[in-house]
């Protein structure tokens, strides 16, 4: 899935972003390892993106390789940090497939679904948008 063609994105090194009207934050996920240094990194940007707010985020996900356990322990610990709720946006499976990898042992710590329709996925988020 491409962005709109009127959107100019800031771009991340581990993802491509773009903040809309009604405060949802969309990413183009990129099929990089994910590392806490560069978890850490997006983390910041995403701050600055959204002005130190916490959002809700659509992301658009692509197959990368699965990061090691402190990797995933810190991107865990982060979600909450500046994400309201998070949409994964995937073909029929992947989305379930990090979902298992990142929360194995225990809940998500934010409200997440996943969907393979976009419209869908904005919809939900909606519900998420703090004034």
């Known amino acids: 899935m491409n962005p709109p063609p ?64 402190a990797t995933r322990k810190f991107s865990t610990e982060q979600l909450p940090n500046i994400y309201t709720a998070m949409a994964m946006v995937s073909k029929p499976g992947l989305a379930q497939f990090i979902m298992k990898i990142l929360f194995r042992l225990k809940p998500p710590p934010i409200p997440m679904k996943s969907f393979t329709d976009d419209k869908e996925a904005r919809e939900w988020l909606l519900h998420f948008v703090t004034p």
């Open 6 to 69: 009127d959107i100019q994105l800031i771009h991340g090194e581990i993802a491509d972003y773009y903040l809309d009207n009604d405060g949802i934050l969309y990413s183009y996920s990129k099929s990089i390892l994910r590392t806490v240094d560069n978890i850490a990194a997006n983390v910041e940007l995403v701050k600055q993106i959204t002005g130190n707010k916490k959002v809700p985020l659509l992301i658009y996900l692509k197959n990368s390789p699965v990061p090691d356990k």
